[in-house]
């Protein structure tokens, strides 16, 4: 079972090789029970370590001018299980998100999880976040920040921001998420071959909660049926950053984010058959 973690990157040449070596320094997944080799009696063959998943990093540079740009290419070219992708201008994280995206169908990934470059958010939490996926309860995570793990303590404002967005984002949804501005997010390939996405920036995250709700799946237990998608949501830990440490989003995406949710829940196409 082959995992990709797809790495948007902009202007993060000190923090990227931080979190480049935290992430290859945590074992992928362990492969599913329903995946494992079986003996003859049906268990797990004798003497045999769990096997984990293939992973395959795929780092896409949004037009960086700090020489992130050819540390990108420097970690693509020195490893097997590394791709870089090079976007010439920066247009914003959800443009280098679907770049990585497409990258990872062209490698046939059975899975992807969204990874920020920043680390804020820790590759140690990969396995929680995938875990409803590869026990096949789920077909998308969500990450939250909010449900009990470890945080950095930042601003009051950011808070109420994000629960404002949050709850119009669930009002139009009909989901009960608790964060949807949260970068962690991981998709089954069946999702992940039909997300149509437009955003450049930091829109894409409301319009990935949007066209989650909306994409139905076949149904396996009803033939010629379609069904909603799972959607889990799963607490991580979360070090955010302060603007002098280089956070990058700001007021005017909170605006934005609001039209995005209107925009993608009552007029956005959902996904490619």
């Known amino acids: 079972m082959k ?35 079986v003996d003859g009696q049906g268990g797990e063959q004798a003497g045999t370590e769990r096997r984990r998943c293939e992973r395959v990093v795929i780092l896409v540079d949004d037009g960086s001018t700090d020489g992130s740009r050819d540390l990108v290419q420097e970690l693509g070219g020195d490893r097997t299980d ?16 679907r770049l990585g ?42 990450g939250t920040r909010f449900m009990g793990q470890t945080h950095r303590v930042l ?36 999702v992940l071959d039909r997300l149509v996405l437009v955003e450049d920036r930091f829109g894409i995250e409301p319009e990935l909660v949007a066209k989650l709700a909306k994409m ?10 379609r069904r909603a998608l799972r959607i889990f949501e799963v607490p991580i830990s979360y070090a955010g950053r302060t603007y002098a440490e280089g956070k990058k989003i700001g007021w005017l995406d909170g605006v934005e984010a609001l039209w995005c949710i209107a925009r993608h829940n009552l007029f956005g196409s959902v996904r490619r058959d």
């Open 101 to 142: 995206m497409a990258k990872a169908i062209e490698l046939d990934a059975d899975l992807a999880i969204i990874q920020d470059a920043d680390l804020e958010y820790d590759p140690g939490d990969h396995d929680s976040v995938l875990a409803p996926i590869l026990d096949r309860r789920a077909d998308a995570v969500i």
């Open 155 to 190: 601003y009051f404002w950011h808070q109420i921001a994000n629960k404002v967005i949050t709850l119009f984002s669930n009002m139009l949804s009909n989901l009960n998420l608790s964060d949807i501005e949260c970068g962690f997010k991981a998709f089954s390939r069946p």
């Open 3 to 37: 995992l990709a973690v797809i790495i948007p990157v902009y202007n993060e040449r000190e923090l990227l090789p931080l979190l480049f070596e935290r992430l290859m320094a945590t074992e992928p997944p362990p492969v599913p029970d329903y995946e494992q080799p």
């Open 216 to 225: 139905r799946l076949p149904d396996e237990d009803r033939p010629g049926q």
């Open 82 to 97: 590394t791709f870089a992708v090079l976007a010439n201008t920066n247009r914003g994280k959800g443009s280098a998100i």
